[in-house]
């Protein structure tokens, strides 16, 4: 049986106090799991080292926000994967609409980084979505799958299964986001497994592992979970409170049981 991701992002928020406060508060949530259930935090970085250390002993697997397709050299602001890994990083997020958006995130710099994740054994989370225009003009399968195509482009196809990939429609995310609806959400992921499984074959397509991320919510965790291709959820605002967190975990326990 395919394990049900259940992971968040903290983006740009909390501090030292609420970092450790929010990974103390979820530990008793995170000894309880199941070995169904495949939780990941990802922290901003100045938090990753303590993140990772609080919750070594747990099965929760800890990522960063971004990294540099280089591991060394005169990359000022950057940081490497080697750097990430060695701060006890196992995930590395890619290409969230927020970095394509507001900090210069390309397809073409999106696969580069895939590229180097994968070099290090790191899991490239990849984020993918399409805009309201998009959504709109009714594109919206089209402009996902080319973003995964590209992001996938010259992958080995065994390493492919140690690639996640978040569908995250640009106009679900955040304050302003509307959550997409069931069915919206389990077409557009079973757009990505048939075009997966086209390039790739069906074993390769039914075993990598695909997220809904976008205002997911307590309300529609469970539901999203239960799609016949979404393997979890990618978690912002509703995740960012340690209760909120061990809720969605405990939603993700009960469903399909
Ligand atoms: P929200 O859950 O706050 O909409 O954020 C989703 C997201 O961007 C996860 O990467």
Redesign the pocket.
């Known amino acids: 049986m395919k394990k049900i991701w259940v992971g968040t992002?903290w983006?740009m928020n909390k501090d030292t106090q609420t970092a450790e406060a929010w990974a103390s508060a979820v530990l008793p949530s995170l000894k309880h799991c199941s070995s169904r259930i495949q939780p990941f935090v990802i922290p901003p970085f100045p938090y990753l080292q303590m993140v990772s250390s609080l919750l070594s002993e747990q099965l929760i697997r800890v990522g960063v926000q971004n990294i540099c397709w280089q591991d060394e050299g005169a990359y000022t602001g950057e940081v490497s994967p080697l750097m990430a890994k060695d701060c006890g990083a196992s995930i590395v997020e890619i290409g969230?609409s927020?970095r394509r958006a507001m900090f210069g995130e390309t397809d073409e710099t999106v696969t580069l980084k895939v590229h180097a994740a994968l070099r290090h054994g790191l899991t490239p989370l990849v984020?993918v979505g399409d805009t309201a225009q998009e959504k709109q003009w009714g594109v919206s399968a089209e402009s996902v799958i080319r973003q995964v195509k590209i992001a996938l482009y010259d992958i080995p196809v065994e390493s492919l299964t140690q690639v996640v990939i978040?569908y995250?429609p640009v106009w679900?995310?955040?304050e302003h986001?509307v959550p997409a609806t069931l069915e919206e959400a389990q077409t557009i992921h079973q757009a990505i497994r048939s075009a997966l499984a086209e390039l790739y074959g069906a074993n390769v397509s039914q075993n990598m592992v695909l997220l809904y991320?976008?205002?997911?919510n307590l309300s529609n965790a469970g539901g999203l979970i239960e799609q016949p291709d979404i393997d979890g959820v990618?978690?912002?605002?509703?995740a960012w409170e340690a209760d909120g967190y061990s809720e969605l975990l405990s939603i993700a326990e009960r469903s399909g049981s």
């Open positions: 992002s983006k969230h927020e984020c978040a995250e679900a995310i955040g986001g991320g976008g205002s997911v990618f978690v912002g605002r509703t």
